[in-house]
């Protein structure tokens, strides 16, 4: 990587930030004010099912209080997401200009890890949920760069992947049972430890109240999971839709239906009732089979069997949320403890979510424009929808005479 590097800065040396950053003009104030006001709405698009899928899923009764929501929270964090890349094309202007030729270092990964602390403008619950995909894409990449044999093999190999997720999926529910406020969003909660004959409440049962407690047969308790997940499945992916077609309904609200079913994506709907379906039929059947078995042990092989849905839809995006959730309440259970490590409560009085959103942000940005071969999927997508396809240029002017194009 050092070789590399410094074959990039000598290639850099003779480049300055107008013909990087912005090529279609010799002034940087005026692509400062170009990236400024070239605002489009794929930032919006971008946030839209990971925020709605959390918003719809978290909440008990009021649907539109909760997209209403969601909907502020995906405009926050695109015109938030939209600045910093902003920010930091700015900044790699300012680089230049300081130190008068572009390095490897100061045109893209330094420059964005600055960008990137306007986020720190935003709530707190909003910095997270802004620095979670971040942290899922750097996870990504963080894997593609390991070069071990198992690395590689867990790649390709859907079974080996299904077989990692189903462990990731058992240590966060076991960790979800043991930090109960946890704030962070994940597909399942463990069932609260009701106590036995209380009547299962209506509104709770996607909630999962302790399984074999629930009035009905285990199968329809399992049976109406399903059903439940499936319906908010399609929920996110009709939103999904109607907001990626909103243009093309206002034009023609005859067309109402057949654009908001559309594109709907059938692997997020069978994933998410393959995996409470089969969280709740072992949880149901080690209940009923297996003689007192204590409800961790329960709940913990029930999560691994539950991430077995995977094989059905394996990528990265699940792969890596399971286990950037993990990390997180994994987090929040050692800052829970009694005897927690001081370092570990003097990390946390950091400004924490701005620099992880920072540094996985700038990783992001990095590998995109210098190794364009491991870039994660959804980083590329992320990025040039918040740069509003500012970086992919740059991508091209930068990695154009790298390559010889
Ligand atoms: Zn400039
Ligand atoms: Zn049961």
């Not at 990449?141 to 189903?166: A, N």
């Not at 049962?205 to 009035?215: E, F, G, L, M, T």
């Not at 946390?348 to 590998?367: D, E, K, S, T």
Request: charged share 15%.
């Amino acid at each position: 990587m050092t070789a590399y590097s410094k074959y990039i800065n000598e290639v850099l040396r003779t480049k300055s930030c107008h013909d990087l950053i912005h090529p279609w003009t010799m002034s940087c104030r005026q692509s400062c004010q170009d990236y400024m006001s070239n605002w489009s709405f794929d930032g919006v698009k971008f946030f839209f099912p990971a925020i709605m899928i959390s918003m719809v899923m978290k909440t008990k009764t009021n649907y539109t209080k909760a997209i209403l929501k969601g909907i502020y929270d995906i405009m926050m964090c695109s015109v938030v997401g939209h600045f910093s890349f902003a920010m930091a094309m700015t900044t790699s202007c300012v680089m230049y200009n300081l130190l008068k030729r572009c390095y490897y270092s100061t045109t893209v990964f330094i420059p964005s890890l600055l960008g990137a602390q306007m986020v720190n403008l935003l709530p707190n619950n909003a910095i997270i949920g802004h620095a979670n995909p971040f942290a899922c894409m750097f996870f990504e990449i963080l894997i593609k760069f390991i070069d071990l044999e198992c690395m590689h093999t867990m790649r390709k190999s859907r079974w080996w992947g299904t077989f990692w997720f189903m462990c990731g999926s058992g240590g966060l529910l076991h960790l979800l049972n043991k930090q109960r406020k946890s704030g962070v969003f994940w597909f399942l909660a463990p069932p609260k430890k009701a106590k036995n004959n209380e009547a299962p409440n209506e509104e709770d049962i996607r909630k999962i109240v302790n399984p074999c407690s629930h009035s009905d047969s285990c199968s329809t308790f399992v049976l109406q999971g399903m059903r439940t997940y499936a319906n908010y499945g399609l929920m996110v992916e009709i939103l999904r839709n109607i907001a990626s077609n909103i243009g093309k309904i206002k034009a023609k609200p005859g067309d109402f239906l057949p654009l908001a079913t559309r594109k709907i994506n059938y692997n997020l709907i069978t994933f998410l009732m393959a995996y409470v379906g089969c969280y709740r039929w072992t949880c149901c059947l080690l209940n009923n089979y297996s003689n007192g078995m204590s409800f961790d042990v329960v709940n913990l092989l029930a999560g691994f069997m539950a991430g077995i849905a995977y094989v059905l839809w394996p990528n990265y995006n699940l792969f890596s949320t399971c286990i950037v959730t993990m990390v997180q309440v994994y987090w929040q259970y050692l800052l829970n403890q009694e005897n927690c490590p001081k370092i570990i409560e003097k990390i946390n009085r950091l400004p924490l979510g701005g620099l992880i959103y920072g540094i996985c942000m700038a990783v992001c940005v990095q590998v995109m424009v210098f190794y364009p071969d491991k870039t994660a999927h959804l980083s590329y997508t992320a990025i040039k929808a918040n740069s509003s396809g500012g970086v992919e240029g740059l991508k091209f002017t930068l990695t154009g005479p790298l390559f010889g194009q």
